[in-house]
């Protein structure tokens, strides 16, 4: 039965879908209507954006920590550029734009396939990048973990920055990881389904109760989300050293290696800033209890 599913579901997917990338801005007015479609779910988490005014003009790549299925986002976009009025291009996962129905719909909101040339060329042009540098690992992460960036053997976003030249801009939130708390994973099903790709299903509460996958009735529970736009970090790279990236020269991996351990370090040390500031005690005491038992 396994493998029947996973053949239909390999037909239904277009592996090379991604590879179609649009990468024109998205109309205002679409983005207006699509801000006000989702503003509901921004104010049901009471979302709040600190310090908008330190994204630097021109192009930029944007980093976060990511939240179970994405719901982040959903609630920060519509913030951010009703702030910011600029459109903001999400660098997403290929599996996202793999179906022409879903490509359409990403398209439409000025998200584009997570490509390291389609990134270069959207920040040459002076866009606003946003990627989650931990995807999967970070979004479906246990919730006593919830502080943490998984961002290990993530050193995509940082050979974007150094190979364009633009800063990386963390905006870090807290509150997100709370909507849908993830109590474990299932590691076999999907991986079947997927022909080996590395997504694991998360077992996650919700407002009705106990959820493997996302339906009408994985409410999410109404907490606070709370974001803040670091200052930027520019990655000081000469002309010599960003042409090395750009065409993979495995000379620049060890620079790469430590550009990517000290914006980790410093990101992280933002978020538990940030934890510190606005995490509420009893939760943060949960939170530690439930890795002494389960981690």
Not at 112 to 139: E, F, N, T, W
Not at 186 to 205: Q, W
């Amino acid at each position: 039965m396994t493998h029947s599913l996973a053949r239909k579901l390999r037909e239904f997917i277009d592996p090379e879908g991604w590879l179609q990338a649009d990468l024109s801005p998205p109309e205002p007015e679409r983005l207006r209507r699509l801000v006000r479609y989702f503003r509901p779910l921004s104010r049901y988490f009471r979302t709040r954006i600190d310090h908008v005014d330190r994204i630097p003009a021109g192009g930029a790549l944007l980093v976060g920590n990511h939240a179970t299925w994405g719901i982040d986002s959903f609630a920060l976009l519509p913030e951010l550029y009703a702030q910011v009025g600029r459109p903001i291009r999400g660098l997403g996962d290929k599996i996202l734009f793999a179906h022409p129905a879903w490509r359409r719909i990403f398209h439409q909101t000025g998200a584009v396939p997570g490509d390291r040339d389609v990134a270069h060329a959207l920040l040459d042009a002076g866009h606003l990048c946003l990627c989650y540098p931990g995807g999967d690992k970070d979004s479906f992460k246990r919730w006593w973990e919830r502080h943490r960036l998984m961002w290990a053997g993530r050193t995509g976003f940082v050979r974007i920055a150094m190979a364009s030249g633009a800063p990386i801009v963390p905006i870090l939130g807290v509150g997100v990881d709370d909507a849908f708390p993830v109590i474990g994973q299932e590691r076999v099903l999907f991986r079947r389904l997927l022909g080996g790709r590395r997504y694991d299903l998360p077992f996650f509460i919700t407002g009705a109760g106990l959820g493997l996958v996302s339906g009408p009735f994985n409410v999410p529970l109404p907490t606070r989300f709370r974001f803040e736009v670091c200052e930027p970090i520019y990655l000081d790279l000469s002309d010599d050293e960003r042409a090395a990236v750009r065409r993979g020269d495995p000379a620049i991996e060890p620079l790469v290696q430590r550009l990517h351990a000290e914006t980790w370090r410093r990101c992280q040390a933002l978020l538990d800033d940030l934890a510190r500031r606005h995490d509420p005690p009893g939760r943060a005491r949960l939170a530690a209890r439930l890795e002494r038992w389960f981690g």
